[in-house]
C-alpha cells in the first residue's frame, strides 16, 4: 500500500501527530464520518503503513541526558559477523536505533545514556560483544529539532 490518497496521508499525519486522539476528531479531521475513516485506519495497520502507536518522552527527564551517535566500521562483512551484530545490538537498550550504511562507516547508531560513565560502560560491552574494526562517537550537545512526524500530507518540494 504504497498509494496513498490524500485522505489516507492526511489520516497518518494526523495519528503521527497525536495517536491518542479519539477516531471522531480523525475523521472530522480529515472530511470522513467515523466508520470509513475507522476502516481506513485498520487498512492502513494491515497494510504495515502504521506500525504502532507510542507515547514520546523527554530523554533528559528519564535520565538519558546524553546523546552519542556512534560510527562503526566492521572487521569483515560476512553473515556471521552481521548477525552478531545483529544480536548484540537487539541485546542493548541504550542502542535506540541502527542504520546500515554506505559510506565510510558501515553501522550508525544512536545510543541513550545517562552521562559520560555510562557511555564508557555501553562501549565496553559494545566492544566486548563482537569484534570491530573502528569506532567513531559524536556527542551531541543539543537536540535542535526532534520529530517523528513524516511531512506526508504536506505537498512536495
Known amino acids: ?3 496513498l490518497d490524500l485522505i489516507d496521508r492526511k489520516i497518518v499525519a494526523e ?3 497525536d495517536a491518542t ?20 485506519i485498520q487498512k492502513l495497520e494491515a497494510a504495515g503503513v502504521l506500525t504502532g502507536r507510542v507515547a514520546l518522552a523527554d530523554p533528559a527527564k528519564l535520565g538519558f541526558g546524553l546523546t552519542v551517535f556512534v560510527g562503526i566500521e566492521a572487521p569483515d562483512h560476512s ?6 551484530f545483529a544480536k548484540a545490538m537487539e541485546a542493548t537498550p541504550e542502542v535506540m536505533e541502527v542504520y546500515r550504511m554506505a559510506g565510510q562507516m558501515d553501522y550508525l547508531l544512536r545510543v541513550a545514556v545517562a552521562d559520560m560513565a555510562s557511555f564508557d560502560g555501553f562501549y565496553k560491552r559494545l566492544t566486548d560483544a563482537v569484534p570491530i574494526k573502528n569506532v567513531t562517537s559524536h556527542f551531541a550537545m543539543e537536540r535542535m529539532k526532534f520529530t517523528t512526524t513524516y511531512p506526508v500530507d504536506t505537498p512536495s518540494r
Open 1 to 3: 500500500m504504497t498509494d
Open 21 to 40: 486522539l479519539p477516531i471522531a476528531q480523525i475523521a472530522e479531521n480529515v472530511g470522513l464520518s467515523q466508520t470509513p475513516c475507522w476502516k481506513r
Open 15 to 17: 495519528l503521527m501527530r
Open 79 to 84: 553473515s556471521g559477523w552481521r548477525e552478531a
